[in-house]
């Protein structure tokens, strides 16, 4: 009677531990049922516009140079023929600086149309 007592004990604990190990496994079996499963992160594409501006060179950015005129005191002196040296002189150089200030604006207008061709 010890003998089947004693087993009896020994089942009923063993049914008791196995019992609650079977309904934690449960427990754990449907809480792994019932979360979310993590969000999947999607891959972001980032696209970033950078405008880089360049300047033209300084040659074309100085002021265009202007040829002084004969000095009054100086012009009043001279002959008729001095005169006409002084003014054609005068002009030509005037000339020369108009012609490269000229060249200038067309390398800048160049420069421009390079660049919004780059642009498109």
């Not at 004990?9 to 809480?31: A, D, H, N, P, Q």
Request: hydrophobic share 40%; charged share 30%.
């Amino acid at each position: 009677m010890i003998n089947h007592t004693l087993n009896y004990y020994l089942f009923s604990k063993i049914m008791r531990v196995l019992s609650i190990l079977l309904f934690i496994g449960i427990v754990l079996l449907f809480t792994g049922c019932a979360t979310k499963p993590a969000p999947v992160q999607k891959e972001k594409v980032v696209v970033e516009v950078k405008n880089i501006y360049h300047t033209p060179p300084e040659t074309l950015l100085r002021d265009c140079t202007i040829s002084a005129p004969p000095k009054p005191e100086n012009y009043i002196k001279r002959s008729y023929k001095e005169k006409e040296a002084m003014l054609v002189k005068y002009a030509a150089e005037q000339t020369v600086n108009l012609s490269d200030c000229n060249k200038d604006k067309a390398a800048l207008r160049k420069w421009k149309r390079d660049k919004e061709a780059e642009s498109k």
